[in-house]
């Protein structure tokens, strides 16, 4: 005989929290590029350089600050990895050791949580059971295999997002004669830097504008500021 079981069907929801590591990490990785690789482009320009120093600036500017996120993201995430490693050997041994004393201890974290104490310690030693190290991994140590850390893939994603950012005001100082360099590059890197921020803004659930003149704001003080040191210290034309 056949029965209609009572329980719903689980139904994922995606939840914009869920995209905020990405999300952040993206964002900060493109302002980050287009706003120095501009900037630099417009502090050369405006010292009076030739077209090919304005472009050698450009395309230095492009891989040393990629080249510079992806290492410095890979050592940052590497001391995380190695972090999460101590944790996790450390748990093993606790849990090899003091069995029932890692089912208390997870019990007391649900009982935190609003459980009572027998359902709490049933939860505990039912998820124990299946995957001891794995629960303690969540609900103790924090860490999940969505968000644990992966250096290689950070130091990838980190020059990648770099590097999509600082092409455009590289791709609009080739394109644009040496005597208006400057102010081309600064609209197409102030454009891209608005796009960007309403773009991050959308996806992260948030209102677009005031993130939008945030990034306008500082983007086009680095401009000025790096347009005047070169107009300060470059040749008469």
Do not use: C
Request: no cysteine; charged share 15%.
């Amino acid at each position: 005989m056949h029965t209609e079981s009572n329980i719903p069907a689980y139904t994922k929801e995606n939840h914009v929290t869920s995209r905020l590591g990405w999300l952040r990490a993206t964002v900060l990785g493109a302002n980050d590029g287009i706003l120095s690789t501009s900037s630099l482009i417009i502090g050369v320009a405006s010292a009076h350089a030739t077209q090919a120093s304005i472009l050698l600036a450009g395309i230095s500017s492009l891989v040393a600050g990629a080249m510079s996120m992806a290492a410095g993201e890979y050592v940052s995430v590497s001391s995380q990895a190695d972090s999460e490693k101590a944790d996790l050997n450390r748990e093993k041994k606790e849990l090899s050791n003091s069995w029932d004393a890692e089912v208390n201890e997870l019990a007391s974290i649900y009982r935190q949580r609003g459980l009572d104490d027998a359902l709490a310690h049933e939860v505990a030693l039912q998820l124990m059971k299946h995957d001891a190290l794995g629960s303690h991994a969540r609900d103790e140590l924090g860490i999940f295999e969505a968000t644990a850390a992966r250096p290689v893939q950070a130091a990838f994603a980190s020059a990648g997002a770099f590097s999509s950012g600082a092409i455009l005001p590289v791709l609009a100082a080739l394109m644009s004669p040496a005597n208006v360099v400057s102010w081309t590059v600064s609209a197409v890197s102030l454009i891209s830097l608005a796009v960007l921020g309403i773009v991050g803004a959308r996806a992260g659930g948030a209102s677009p504008w005031r993130p939008a003149m945030r990034i306008l704001f500082w983007g086009i003080v680095a401009m000025i500021v790096t347009a005047g040191i070169g107009k300060m210290f470059g040749v008469q034309a």
